[in-house]
Protein backbone atom coordinates (compact mmCIF):
# COMPACT_ATOMS: atom_id res chain seq x y z
CA UNK A 1 0.00 0.00 0.00
CA UNK A 2 2.69 2.56 1.35
CA UNK A 3 4.51 1.74 -2.39
CA UNK A 4 1.47 2.40 -4.27
CA UNK A 5 1.43 5.51 -2.60
CA UNK A 6 5.01 6.37 -3.20
CA UNK A 7 4.91 5.85 -6.50
CA UNK A 8 1.61 7.95 -7.01
CA UNK A 9 3.50 10.59 -5.18
CA UNK A 10 6.16 10.32 -7.63
CA UNK A 11 4.86 10.06 -10.86
CA UNK A 12 1.88 12.87 -9.98
CA UNK A 13 3.01 14.90 -13.02
CA UNK A 14 2.20 11.92 -15.22
CA UNK A 15 -0.64 11.04 -13.74
CA UNK A 16 -2.36 14.00 -14.19
CA UNK A 17 -1.35 14.73 -17.63
CA UNK A 18 -2.63 11.23 -18.35
CA UNK A 19 -6.04 11.74 -16.63
CA UNK A 20 -6.64 14.90 -17.91
CA UNK A 21 -5.94 14.17 -21.85
CA UNK A 22 -8.35 11.67 -21.56
CA UNK A 23 -10.89 13.56 -20.65
CA UNK A 24 -9.59 16.10 -23.33
CA UNK A 25 -9.57 13.47 -26.12
CA UNK A 26 -12.82 11.49 -25.02
CA UNK A 27 -14.66 15.24 -25.53
CA UNK A 28 -12.98 15.40 -28.86
CA UNK A 29 -13.70 11.80 -29.90
CA UNK A 30 -17.36 12.64 -28.85
CA UNK A 31 -17.40 15.72 -31.12
CA UNK A 32 -16.44 13.96 -34.22
CA UNK A 33 -19.72 12.51 -33.83
CA UNK A 34 -23.59 13.52 -34.75
CA UNK A 35 -25.17 13.14 -31.35
CA UNK A 36 -22.59 15.20 -29.57
CA UNK A 37 -21.89 15.45 -26.11
CA UNK A 38 -23.30 18.58 -24.39
CA UNK A 39 -20.65 18.88 -22.04
CA UNK A 40 -18.67 21.65 -23.64
CA UNK A 41 -21.04 23.87 -25.68
CA UNK A 42 -21.23 27.53 -26.20
CA UNK A 43 -24.79 27.72 -25.36
CA UNK A 44 -24.49 28.10 -21.47
CA UNK A 45 -24.89 31.92 -19.98
CA UNK A 46 -20.99 33.25 -19.99
CA UNK A 47 -20.01 32.28 -23.37
CA UNK A 48 -23.26 33.32 -24.57
CA UNK A 49 -23.30 36.86 -22.88
CA UNK A 50 -19.87 37.34 -24.10
CA UNK A 51 -20.38 36.49 -27.44
CA UNK A 52 -23.73 38.45 -27.65
CA UNK A 53 -22.96 41.42 -26.08
CA UNK A 54 -19.68 41.52 -28.81
CA UNK A 55 -22.19 40.20 -31.42
CA UNK A 56 -24.15 43.86 -30.52
CA UNK A 57 -21.19 46.25 -30.78
CA UNK A 58 -20.36 44.06 -34.58
CA UNK A 59 -23.77 44.02 -35.87
CA UNK A 60 -23.23 47.80 -36.50
CA UNK A 61 -20.33 47.42 -38.97
CA UNK A 62 -22.83 44.69 -40.83
CA UNK A 63 -26.13 46.78 -40.78
CA UNK A 64 -26.21 47.95 -44.70
CA UNK A 65 -25.13 44.81 -46.12
CA UNK A 66 -28.12 42.81 -43.91
CA UNK A 67 -30.59 45.61 -45.09
CA UNK A 68 -30.32 44.49 -48.35
CA UNK A 69 -30.57 41.36 -47.72
CA UNK A 70 -33.85 41.74 -45.61
CA UNK A 71 -35.31 44.59 -48.20
CA UNK A 72 -34.63 41.50 -51.46
CA UNK A 73 -36.10 39.44 -49.56
CA UNK A 74 -39.35 41.69 -48.82
CA UNK A 75 -39.58 42.27 -52.40
CA UNK A 76 -39.50 38.69 -52.91
CA UNK A 77 -42.40 38.08 -50.66
CA UNK A 78 -44.10 40.83 -51.91
CA UNK A 79 -44.16 39.75 -55.43
CA UNK A 80 -45.46 36.69 -54.61
CA UNK A 81 -48.58 38.07 -52.42
CA UNK A 82 -49.44 40.34 -54.84
CA UNK A 83 -49.53 37.93 -57.72
CA UNK A 84 -51.41 35.25 -55.69
CA UNK A 85 -55.14 35.24 -57.68
CA UNK A 86 -57.11 37.55 -56.39
CA UNK A 87 -55.29 38.03 -53.07
CA UNK A 88 -57.46 40.63 -51.30
CA UNK A 89 -60.33 38.10 -50.97
CA UNK A 90 -58.90 35.01 -49.86
CA UNK A 91 -56.30 36.82 -47.32
CA UNK A 92 -58.77 36.88 -44.51
CA UNK A 93 -59.26 32.86 -44.84
CA UNK A 94 -55.52 32.67 -45.27
CA UNK A 95 -54.76 34.25 -41.93
CA UNK A 96 -57.40 31.56 -40.26
CA UNK A 97 -55.30 28.97 -41.52
CA UNK A 98 -51.97 30.12 -40.23
CA UNK A 99 -53.55 29.45 -36.81
CA UNK A 100 -53.29 25.58 -37.45
CA UNK A 101 -50.43 25.74 -39.78
CA UNK A 102 -48.18 23.49 -40.74
CA UNK A 103 -44.76 24.96 -39.85
CA UNK A 104 -44.21 27.65 -37.07
CA UNK A 105 -41.84 30.27 -38.10
CA UNK A 106 -39.78 32.01 -35.00
CA UNK A 107 -37.15 34.89 -36.02
CA UNK A 108 -33.71 34.82 -34.47
CA UNK A 109 -30.38 36.45 -34.57
CA UNK A 110 -26.81 34.81 -35.30
CA UNK A 111 -24.40 35.94 -32.22
CA UNK A 112 -21.67 33.85 -33.48
CA UNK A 113 -20.74 31.60 -36.95
CA UNK A 114 -17.72 30.01 -37.57
CA UNK A 115 -17.04 28.18 -41.01
CA UNK A 116 -12.97 27.95 -40.89
CA UNK A 117 -12.90 24.37 -39.48
CA UNK A 118 -14.11 21.37 -40.55
CA UNK A 119 -17.21 20.93 -37.91
CA UNK A 120 -18.31 24.03 -37.33
CA UNK A 121 -21.50 25.49 -35.29
CA UNK A 122 -23.27 28.33 -34.89
CA UNK A 123 -24.38 30.10 -31.75
CA UNK A 124 -27.82 31.98 -31.66
CA UNK A 125 -30.40 34.11 -29.86
CA UNK A 126 -33.15 32.18 -28.36
CA UNK A 127 -33.62 29.23 -26.37
CA UNK A 128 -35.96 27.09 -24.00
CA UNK A 129 -37.67 30.44 -22.99
CA UNK A 130 -38.80 31.40 -26.55
CA UNK A 131 -40.02 27.82 -27.04
CA UNK A 132 -37.35 26.70 -29.09
CA UNK A 133 -35.97 23.16 -28.78
CA UNK A 134 -33.90 20.54 -30.52
CA UNK A 135 -34.17 19.54 -33.79
CA UNK A 136 -35.33 22.29 -35.17
CA UNK A 137 -34.54 23.13 -39.02
CA UNK A 138 -32.71 26.53 -39.09
CA UNK A 139 -32.95 29.06 -42.42
CA UNK A 140 -31.79 31.95 -43.62
CA UNK A 141 -33.74 34.30 -46.69
CA UNK A 142 -31.38 32.72 -49.25
CA UNK A 143 -31.48 29.29 -47.83
CA UNK A 144 -30.84 26.77 -45.31
CA UNK A 145 -28.52 27.19 -42.29
CA UNK A 146 -28.31 24.23 -39.95
CA UNK A 147 -30.07 22.34 -37.46
CA UNK A 148 -30.65 23.13 -34.00
CA UNK A 149 -28.62 20.82 -31.78
CA UNK A 150 -28.42 22.09 -27.89
CA UNK A 151 -30.84 24.49 -26.11
CA UNK A 152 -29.92 26.40 -23.33
CA UNK A 153 -32.81 29.23 -21.57
CA UNK A 154 -31.52 31.57 -24.09
CA UNK A 155 -29.09 30.51 -26.37
CA UNK A 156 -29.21 27.87 -28.93
CA UNK A 157 -26.22 25.79 -30.57
CA UNK A 158 -27.25 25.09 -34.09
CA UNK A 159 -24.94 22.27 -36.38
CA UNK A 160 -24.38 24.17 -39.26
CA UNK A 161 -24.51 23.05 -42.93
CA UNK A 162 -21.08 23.26 -43.15
CA UNK A 163 -20.00 20.60 -40.73
CA UNK A 164 -18.79 16.75 -42.35
CA UNK A 165 -21.01 15.08 -39.77
CA UNK A 166 -24.47 16.91 -41.39
CA UNK A 167 -26.60 14.91 -43.81
CA UNK A 168 -29.61 16.67 -45.59
CA UNK A 169 -31.93 15.12 -47.56
CA UNK A 170 -31.87 17.05 -50.85
CA UNK A 171 -33.99 17.01 -54.23
CA UNK A 172 -33.15 18.30 -57.77
CA UNK A 173 -36.06 20.88 -58.23
CA UNK A 174 -37.69 19.66 -61.73
CA UNK A 175 -37.37 15.84 -60.87
CA UNK A 176 -37.92 14.45 -57.47
CA UNK A 177 -34.58 12.62 -57.57
CA UNK A 178 -33.55 12.79 -54.09
CA UNK A 179 -30.02 12.83 -52.77
CA UNK A 180 -27.61 13.59 -49.31
CA UNK A 181 -26.16 16.87 -48.76
CA UNK A 182 -22.81 16.41 -47.31
CA UNK A 183 -20.11 18.90 -46.96
CA UNK A 184 -16.40 17.98 -47.67
CA UNK A 185 -14.77 20.31 -45.47
CA UNK A 186 -12.76 23.02 -48.33
CA UNK A 187 -15.12 25.25 -49.48
CA UNK A 188 -17.97 27.34 -47.68
CA UNK A 189 -19.81 28.10 -50.70
CA UNK A 190 -19.71 24.65 -52.15
CA UNK A 191 -21.52 21.79 -50.99
CA UNK A 192 -21.98 18.17 -52.38
CA UNK A 193 -24.91 16.10 -53.23
CA UNK A 194 -24.15 12.39 -53.53
CA UNK A 195 -26.22 9.38 -54.23
CA UNK A 196 -28.04 10.66 -56.50
CA UNK A 197 -29.93 7.86 -59.05
CA UNK A 198 -28.19 7.66 -62.41
CA UNK A 199 -31.11 8.03 -64.20
CA UNK A 200 -31.65 11.44 -62.69
CA UNK A 201 -31.38 14.41 -65.49
CA UNK A 202 -28.60 16.00 -64.01
CA UNK A 203 -27.66 19.90 -65.86
CA UNK A 204 -25.56 22.30 -65.01
CA UNK A 205 -27.13 25.12 -63.32
CA UNK A 206 -30.11 23.27 -62.03
CA UNK A 207 -31.96 24.43 -58.52
CA UNK A 208 -31.52 21.93 -55.54
CA UNK A 209 -34.09 22.17 -53.19
CA UNK A 210 -34.82 20.48 -49.12
CA UNK A 211 -36.46 17.00 -50.06
CA UNK A 212 -39.14 17.25 -47.70
CA UNK A 213 -38.33 13.61 -46.51
CA UNK A 214 -37.32 14.85 -42.75
CA UNK A 215 -39.27 16.07 -40.41
CA UNK A 216 -36.48 19.23 -39.76
CA UNK A 217 -36.86 21.22 -43.22
CA UNK A 218 -40.18 21.55 -45.27
CA UNK A 219 -39.86 20.91 -48.88
CA UNK A 220 -38.65 22.95 -51.63
CA UNK A 221 -36.88 25.42 -49.52
CA UNK A 222 -33.74 26.60 -52.07
CA UNK A 223 -30.52 25.16 -51.15
CA UNK A 224 -28.55 26.20 -54.55
CA UNK A 225 -27.26 25.42 -57.89
CA UNK A 226 -25.36 22.57 -59.51
CA UNK A 227 -21.97 23.98 -60.25
CA UNK A 228 -20.53 20.54 -61.14
CA UNK A 229 -20.99 17.34 -61.38
CA UNK A 230 -19.33 13.74 -61.97
CA UNK A 231 -21.15 10.17 -62.36
CA UNK A 232 -19.46 7.42 -60.84
CA UNK A 233 -19.85 5.09 -63.19
CA UNK A 234 -18.78 1.74 -60.79
CA UNK A 235 -21.76 2.86 -58.39
CA UNK A 236 -24.20 4.30 -60.90
CA UNK A 237 -24.92 7.44 -58.58
CA UNK A 238 -23.90 10.84 -59.56
CA UNK A 239 -22.13 13.26 -56.73
CA UNK A 240 -22.71 16.75 -57.48
CA UNK A 241 -21.27 20.29 -56.50
CA UNK A 242 -24.06 22.82 -55.51
CA UNK A 243 -22.98 26.22 -55.20
CA UNK A 244 -25.00 27.55 -52.19
CA UNK A 245 -27.37 30.58 -52.61
CA UNK A 246 -26.82 31.46 -48.90
CA UNK A 247 -23.38 33.50 -48.23
CA UNK A 248 -22.41 31.24 -45.06
CA UNK A 249 -19.79 33.41 -44.21
CA UNK A 250 -22.47 36.64 -43.45
CA UNK A 251 -25.28 35.35 -41.53
CA UNK A 252 -27.14 37.64 -39.62
CA UNK A 253 -31.13 37.26 -39.36
CA UNK A 254 -32.13 33.59 -39.48
CA UNK A 255 -35.81 31.56 -39.11
CA UNK A 256 -36.32 28.58 -37.05
CA UNK A 257 -38.87 26.05 -38.89
CA UNK A 258 -41.06 23.85 -36.25
CA UNK A 259 -42.84 21.21 -37.70
CA UNK A 260 -46.23 21.30 -35.28
CA UNK A 261 -46.95 17.63 -36.41
CA UNK A 262 -43.31 16.69 -35.66
CA UNK A 263 -44.09 14.82 -32.01
CA UNK A 264 -47.53 12.97 -33.42
CA UNK A 265 -45.25 11.38 -36.56
CA UNK A 266 -42.63 10.96 -34.15
CA UNK A 267 -45.11 8.84 -32.17
CA UNK A 268 -46.19 6.78 -35.08
CA UNK A 269 -42.77 6.09 -36.28
CA UNK A 270 -41.82 4.86 -32.65
CA UNK A 271 -44.94 2.77 -32.78
CA UNK A 272 -43.70 0.81 -35.75
CA UNK A 273 -40.43 0.52 -34.42
CA UNK A 274 -42.01 -2.02 -31.54
CA UNK B 1 0.75 36.02 -4.61
CA UNK B 2 1.44 38.18 -7.40
CA UNK B 3 1.80 35.79 -9.76
CA UNK B 4 -1.68 34.20 -9.14
CA UNK B 5 -3.31 37.66 -9.70
CA UNK B 6 -1.34 38.32 -12.70
CA UNK B 7 -2.00 34.85 -14.29
CA UNK B 8 -5.46 35.28 -13.90
CA UNK B 9 -5.94 38.72 -15.57
CA UNK B 10 -3.96 37.16 -18.04
CA UNK B 11 -5.82 34.56 -18.26
CA UNK B 12 -9.11 35.81 -18.82
CA UNK B 13 -7.29 38.74 -21.20
CA UNK B 14 -6.05 36.15 -23.63
CA UNK B 15 -9.38 34.47 -23.66
CA UNK B 16 -11.72 37.16 -24.58
CA UNK B 17 -8.49 38.89 -27.16
CA UNK B 18 -8.76 35.24 -29.08
CA UNK B 19 -12.42 35.19 -28.86
CA UNK B 20 -13.80 38.86 -29.51
CA UNK B 21 -11.11 39.89 -31.95
CA UNK B 22 -8.69 37.09 -33.41
CA UNK B 23 -11.14 34.47 -34.47
CA UNK B 24 -12.75 37.12 -36.65
CA UNK B 25 -9.66 37.72 -38.69
CA UNK B 26 -10.60 34.58 -41.00
CA UNK B 27 -7.55 35.03 -43.31
CA UNK B 28 -7.88 33.73 -46.78
CA UNK B 29 -11.22 31.90 -45.46
CA UNK B 30 -9.72 29.49 -42.56
CA UNK B 31 -6.91 30.69 -40.78
CA UNK B 32 -6.95 32.38 -37.57
CA UNK B 33 -3.88 33.19 -35.67
CA UNK B 34 -3.85 32.03 -31.99
CA UNK B 35 -2.26 33.90 -28.81
CA UNK B 36 -3.85 32.19 -26.20
CA UNK B 37 -0.91 29.55 -25.52
CA UNK B 38 1.21 33.02 -24.34
CA UNK B 39 -0.52 32.05 -21.02
CA UNK B 40 1.72 29.00 -20.83
CA UNK B 41 4.36 30.37 -22.28
CA UNK B 42 5.09 33.16 -20.14
CA UNK B 43 4.29 31.05 -16.81
CA UNK B 44 6.72 31.29 -13.97
CA UNK B 45 9.87 28.36 -15.02
CA UNK B 46 9.55 27.27 -11.15
CA UNK B 47 5.66 26.62 -11.42
CA UNK B 48 4.34 23.37 -9.74
CA UNK B 49 3.99 20.72 -13.05
CA UNK B 50 0.36 20.09 -11.48
CA UNK B 51 -0.65 23.45 -11.27
CA UNK B 52 0.69 24.23 -14.73
CA UNK B 53 -1.41 20.98 -15.92
CA UNK B 54 -4.67 21.91 -14.30
CA UNK B 55 -3.92 25.40 -15.36
CA UNK B 56 -3.49 24.39 -19.29
CA UNK B 57 -6.64 22.30 -18.78
CA UNK B 58 -8.98 25.00 -18.05
CA UNK B 59 -7.65 27.27 -20.58
CA UNK B 60 -7.83 24.97 -23.12
CA UNK B 61 -11.43 23.49 -22.05
CA UNK B 62 -12.29 27.33 -21.94
CA UNK B 63 -11.31 28.27 -25.10
CA UNK B 64 -13.39 24.89 -26.44
CA UNK B 65 -16.63 25.89 -25.11
CA UNK B 66 -16.17 29.08 -26.77
CA UNK B 67 -15.30 27.32 -29.82
CA UNK B 68 -17.89 24.47 -29.36
CA UNK B 69 -14.80 22.43 -30.85
CA UNK B 70 -15.21 19.72 -28.55
CA UNK B 71 -11.58 18.99 -26.56
CA UNK B 72 -9.26 19.88 -29.05
CA UNK B 73 -7.77 22.98 -27.63
CA UNK B 74 -7.54 21.41 -24.65
CA UNK B 75 -5.64 18.56 -25.83
CA UNK B 76 -3.00 21.01 -27.60
CA UNK B 77 -3.00 23.39 -24.34
CA UNK B 78 -2.14 20.12 -22.00
CA UNK B 79 0.39 18.94 -24.50
CA UNK B 80 2.37 21.88 -24.51
CA UNK B 81 2.09 22.58 -20.99
CA UNK B 82 3.52 18.53 -20.51
CA UNK B 83 6.60 19.20 -22.69
CA UNK B 84 7.53 22.64 -21.87
CA UNK B 85 10.18 21.29 -19.73
CA UNK B 86 11.89 20.07 -22.53
CA UNK B 87 11.30 22.62 -25.03
CA UNK B 88 12.68 25.36 -22.22
CA UNK B 89 16.11 22.98 -21.98
CA UNK B 90 16.26 22.94 -25.65
CA UNK B 91 15.93 26.43 -26.53
CA UNK B 92 17.64 28.03 -23.73
CA UNK B 93 20.50 24.77 -22.67
CA UNK B 94 22.47 25.33 -19.44
CA UNK B 95 21.41 28.61 -18.00
CA UNK B 96 17.38 26.96 -17.50
CA UNK B 97 19.34 23.58 -16.14
CA UNK B 98 21.28 25.76 -13.66
CA UNK B 99 17.70 27.70 -12.97
CA UNK B 100 19.60 31.16 -13.48
CA UNK B 101 17.18 31.76 -16.18
CA UNK B 102 15.79 35.25 -17.13
CA UNK B 103 13.44 35.16 -19.77
CA UNK B 104 13.62 38.85 -21.34
CA UNK B 105 17.67 38.52 -20.50
CA UNK B 106 18.19 35.18 -23.36
CA UNK B 107 19.04 36.32 -26.44
CA UNK B 108 15.99 36.67 -28.95
CA UNK B 109 16.67 33.67 -31.24
CA UNK B 110 16.81 31.50 -28.08
CA UNK B 111 13.14 33.33 -26.85
CA UNK B 112 12.29 32.42 -30.96
CA UNK B 113 12.83 28.81 -30.41
CA UNK B 114 11.06 27.88 -27.70
CA UNK B 115 8.02 30.39 -29.05
CA UNK B 116 8.27 28.65 -32.14
CA UNK B 117 8.33 25.13 -30.61
CA UNK B 118 5.78 25.98 -28.31
CA UNK B 119 3.37 26.93 -30.84
CA UNK B 120 4.31 24.28 -33.80
CA UNK B 121 3.06 21.61 -31.01
CA UNK B 122 0.12 23.12 -29.94
CA UNK B 123 -0.96 24.02 -33.37
CA UNK B 124 -0.52 20.18 -34.85
CA UNK B 125 -2.15 18.68 -31.93
CA UNK B 126 -4.82 21.21 -32.41
CA UNK B 127 -5.43 20.96 -35.90
CA UNK B 128 -4.95 17.10 -36.28
CA UNK B 129 -8.02 16.59 -33.96
CA UNK B 130 -9.98 18.89 -35.50
CA UNK B 131 -9.46 17.95 -38.73
CA UNK B 132 -9.46 13.85 -37.61
CA UNK B 133 -9.85 12.59 -40.92
CA UNK B 134 -6.23 11.70 -43.84
CA UNK B 135 -8.62 12.78 -46.78
CA UNK B 136 -7.86 16.10 -45.56
CA UNK B 137 -4.03 15.99 -45.00
CA UNK B 138 -2.87 18.67 -47.26
CA UNK B 139 -5.76 21.06 -45.91
CA UNK B 140 -3.80 19.55 -42.57
CA UNK B 141 -0.41 20.88 -43.67
CA UNK B 142 -1.52 24.24 -45.41
CA UNK B 143 -4.00 25.10 -41.78
CA UNK B 144 -0.99 24.02 -39.76
CA UNK B 145 1.74 26.16 -41.51
CA UNK B 146 -0.21 28.99 -41.89
CA UNK B 147 -1.92 29.39 -38.85
CA UNK B 148 1.69 28.78 -37.55
CA UNK B 149 3.59 31.71 -38.84
CA UNK B 150 0.66 33.86 -37.99
CA UNK B 151 0.61 33.18 -34.65
CA UNK B 152 4.34 32.75 -33.79
CA UNK B 153 4.59 36.45 -35.23
CA UNK B 154 1.72 37.61 -33.47
CA UNK B 155 3.11 36.03 -30.10
CA UNK B 156 6.84 37.36 -30.55
CA UNK B 157 5.43 41.07 -31.30
CA UNK B 158 3.20 40.62 -28.22
CA UNK B 159 6.28 39.45 -25.80
CA UNK B 160 8.16 42.47 -26.94
CA UNK B 161 5.33 44.75 -26.21
CA UNK B 162 4.84 43.61 -22.65
CA UNK B 163 8.27 43.96 -21.98
CA UNK B 164 8.74 47.48 -22.89
CA UNK B 165 5.70 48.26 -20.92
CA UNK B 166 6.85 46.25 -17.64
CA UNK B 167 10.34 48.67 -17.64
Redesign the interface.
Known sequence: MQQIIIFLIKNKTGLVFIILMTIALGLTFKSHTYHNSKLVSSANFISGTVLSSSENVHQYFDLKTQNEVLQKENENLRRKLLNIPSAKDSLPIKLEFIEDSLYKITRSTVISNHYDKIDNFLLIEGGTKDSISKDLGVISSQGIVGIIQDVSPKYSRVISILNTNTSINAKLKKTYHFGTLTWDGKDPNILSLIDVPRSAPVKLGDTITTGGRSLVFPENVPIGIISNFQLDENIGYYSIDVKLFNDMTNLKHIYIIENSRKSEALELLNLDLR | MKTYFINSIRFVLLI?IQ??IL??F?VF????PIIYPLLIILLPFGIK??QK??LA?IL??SM?????????H??AT??IA?LRPLFLRNAFGLSYDYQTLKFYDAPFKERFIYVSLMVLVHHTVLFS?????VD?LL?FIEKTVYSSIFSILLIIITLNLIRKNSK
Open positions: LVLNQNGYINSVLIFGIDIFEDSGGIAALAYLEIFSHY
